[in-house]
């Protein structure tokens, strides 16, 4: 009971000092909206869907899903912040556990993800996305891709507590483009090179993208592998496995900093 109060009380503290810092919730809106933007008004037009189908609707999925993925630089960010300015220390010298600490953090950042990916999926209807499976799947593709999200940002979480200086935080902001475009969020898997594809098919972004292209009832990339046919399931088994291993090492290492 007292992890839980701790994890509230940390929470309201990191989404209160956001009133202060304004600009954070303006990139967290804005650059998913720029991208999209870019995308379907200047690429989107020499992109096509293997076997027909509309490339905004099959791109507007994987674009919600790369908004997952830019979490985890910013979550790293707010931590390794947090540590140098020796309010982690504080924390560890208060009577409170290290779950309460980091739930608190990873609470406050499902919320401001949760606006964005708001923001972000009023913005594809504006801009002539759909998803024409109706209210009760596209509910579940959004609790798809917010699982990747808390999925990640666990892995910025443990990656903020683990570096100390600004460099490996601008390494990991460059690393995420390659990630994202390693993947099906933008194009078949099945056009690239077999290795790659293979990279591609089983990167965890691309079951997500690929489920909620499924629930949403946009056009897909297809393919005849596991992955791509068992999308959902690998949709939720990924987060799973990455929650599973990096939450905690989160724990352990904010506990071993105090040694």
Known sequence: MTTIIDTGVLTGRYLSHLRRRPEEIVNAVGFPILMMLIFVFLFGGMMTVPGGGDYRSALLPGLFTMTML?????????VVTDAQRGITDRFRSMPMSASA??????AADMVISTLALAVLL???LAVGWRAPNGLGPALVAVGLLLMLRFALLWVGIYLGLLVRGPGAVTAVQTLEFPVAFLSGLFVAPASMPVVVSAIAEWNPLSATAAAAR???????WGGESWIA????????LWP??????FAP???????????
């Open 122 to 124: 009023l913005a594809g």
């Open 240 to 245: 799973l496995l990455i929650v599973a291993v």
């Open 249 to 259: 090492l989160s724990v352990h290492r904010y506990r071993e900093m105090s040694r």
């Open 214 to 220: 499924e629930l949403f009832g946009n056009p897909g």
């Open 101 to 106: 600490v980091l739930m608190g953090r990873a």
């Open 229 to 236: 046919r068992h999308a959902v399931l690998a949709a939720v």
């Open 70 to 78: 830019f979490g985890v630089s910013s979550t790293m960010v707010a």
